[in-house]
Every structure is written in C-alpha cells, then in structure tokens.
C-alpha cells in the first residue's frame, strides 16, 4: 500500500471583505498551531515553483501554508503590477493574514522578491499582524543600481526576519543585504545560497528548503 500523502493541498478564497484572498492552502495531516502565508514576485503568481516547494517543505514540518495571489495579480494573469496597487497589494496580504489565522493559532508572512518588500512594508506599519517574516531574495535595489535602495522602512521593522538571498542575485548581493539589515531594529537572520539567483533555484535541487524551513523555526522560537 502507498504511503498517505503527509499534507493535502486544495484551493482557498475568501472574498468576504476588502480584497479577495485567493490561492492555495496546504495542511498537514495532524495538529498545526502555526501559519504562514506566502506570496509571489512581480513577474509570477501563487503556482511559482518557488512557493510550491517552501510551501510543501512547511507543511511537512507542520505549518499551514497559504501560497496566496496578490490583488494585483489577481486582476490580471500577465505584466508587473503597479506603484498605484502597492496599498492594495499590501492591503491583500493584511487580509490573507487574517483569513488564515481564523484557521490556526500563530500566523507568519513571507513573500519572494515584490510579495516579500510588500509583506515587509506592511509589517513595518503593522507589527502586530504576524509573528514572523520570511523574504526571500528581497530587492534591494534594481539591477546595476546599487543607490536606489529600497531600506526607507526597515528601521521601523520590529518583527523578527529572515532573509534568504543567492549568492547571484542581481537586485543585491549578500553583502550589500548584509549591511543593509544592520538597520533593522528586530531579530534578523541571512541565509545565503551559494550559485543561485534571484529566482533562489526555482524550488529545484539548489533550493534547500528544508534548510530554510529549520532556519526560520530557529528564528520563531528564539
């Protein structure tokens, strides 16, 4: 006989309220006190490889994930979202927070590049909307422009973070990522991958997700 899947996967929406929440919720088989949601970059969607295997990698280790579509995405399929939708993106993430904690106890939020400075932005407004912070591969700057730092925030971000950034990555190398943390007022932790790029291995073999995955319970429970 097959082995039972260790988690099941099935669609979410709740467009009760505000923007709509819409995505997909993994649940562990077995008791699960914690959240995290997690969210897209610019150019992607909810079904990124990326979140796929991090979402997967959690709740194999016991988390409810909710891999969830921005506002602006969910407006349209293709194209980069906005300045003018950044409110209601964040605004989108608010409320994905709040449709998952009436499911579980502790909720976190985590995004990949845009999903991840949004989530971090609202976070710096709103420190008491989740218990912890996952950005992965955070845009610190547009490519071949190291001053356009996008750090305005992180002196107001007290909640505990992790970065998890390649050691490729375009919109910022680790060191610049390094520095830049220093002005974060909360907990903080970078965990660097060797050889990969902004898009951290695509959830493929380079990804190591469970590393992430211990990291980031290190972090919640310190």
């Known amino acids: 006989m097959a082995n039972a899947p260790l988690f099941s996967i099935e669609p979410f929406e709740d467009d009760s309220a505000g923007p709509a929440v819409r995505g997909m919720l993994h649940r562990p088989h077995g008791p699960s006190t914690r959240g995290l949601v997690l969210t897209h970059g610019a150019g992607s969607d909810c079904e990124a490889p990326l979140l796929r295997a991090l979402a997967g990698a959690f709740a194999l280790g016991g988390v409810t994930v ?14 980069p979202p906005s300045p003018a939708t950044a409110v209601r993106d964040r605004d989108g993430l608010r409320r994905a927070v709040g449709a998952l904690r009436s499911l579980v106890g502790a909720v976190s939020l985590g995004g990949h590049s845009y999903g991840g400075r949004q989530a971090s932005m609202l976070l710096a407004e709103n420190p008491a909307l989740a218990e912890t912070l996952l950005l992965l591969s955070y845009p610190l700057h547009p490519p071949r422009r190291p001053r356009e730092l996008r750090t305005e925030h992180f002196p107001a971000l007290r909640t505990p973070t992790l970065f998890v950034h390649g050691s490729r990555d375009p919109f910022g190398n680790v060191e610049e990522l390094s520095k830049a943390i220093e002005r974060i007022p909360a907990r903080t932790q ?4 060797d050889g990969v790029g902004h898009d951290l291995g695509r959830g493929g073999p380079d990804t190591p997700a469970a590393s992430i995955v211990a990291a980031f319970r290190r972090l919640a429970e310190a």
């Open 66 to 79: 909710l891999r969830c579509d921005l506002p602006f995405r969910q407006a349209r399929s293709v194209g």
């Open 190 to 193: 970078l965990v660097a991958i």
